[in-house]
């Protein structure tokens, strides 16, 4: 399994970024694919999660409402939205992913490398 981040950057707050986990080596119609980040100094928090089978998605108090997580099956892609972004969005944002259960169940054993947002005010 491989996952690859990518489109983060700088951006003021307020502004929106999208941010796409492109995955390989595993059969792309039954997984959960989490979002999560980690700012410094801080424990890596969840963000968000997305369940192929049913297309739930379930999202941290802080983001609900700003972020939306969303899929391509058919490109392998899922992808954060992050619009009304503020400086305590920076971090580094990471997929992962768990090919075999939804996300009430995750056991995220496959890991990004990681993409950084920062929000400047």
């Known amino acids: 399994v491989q996952l690859v981040e990518s489109g983060g950057g700088l951006v003021q707050a307020g502004g929106s970024l999208r941010l796409s986990c492109a995955a390989s080596?595993?059969?792309?119609?039954?997984?959960?694919i989490g979002w999560f980040r980690q700012a410094p100094g801080k424990e890596r928090e969840g963000v968000s999660c997305?369940?192929?089978?049913?297309?739930?998605?379930y999202y941290v108090d802080s983001v609900k409402g700003r972020f939306t997580t969303s899929s391509d099956n058919a490109k392998n892609l899922v992808y954060l939205q992050m619009n009304s972004l503020k400086p305590e969005d920076t971090a580094v944002y990471y997929c992962?992913?768990?090919?075999?259960?939804?996300?009430?169940?995750?056991?995220?054993?496959?890991w990004g490398q990681g993409t950084q947002v920062t929000v400047s005010s």
């Open positions: 992962a992913a768990d090919e075999e259960r939804p996300c009430s169940a995750a056991d995220f054993g496959s």
């Open positions: 080596g595993f059969t792309f119609d039954d997984y959960a």
């Open positions: 997305i369940t192929s089978s049913d297309g739930s998605t």
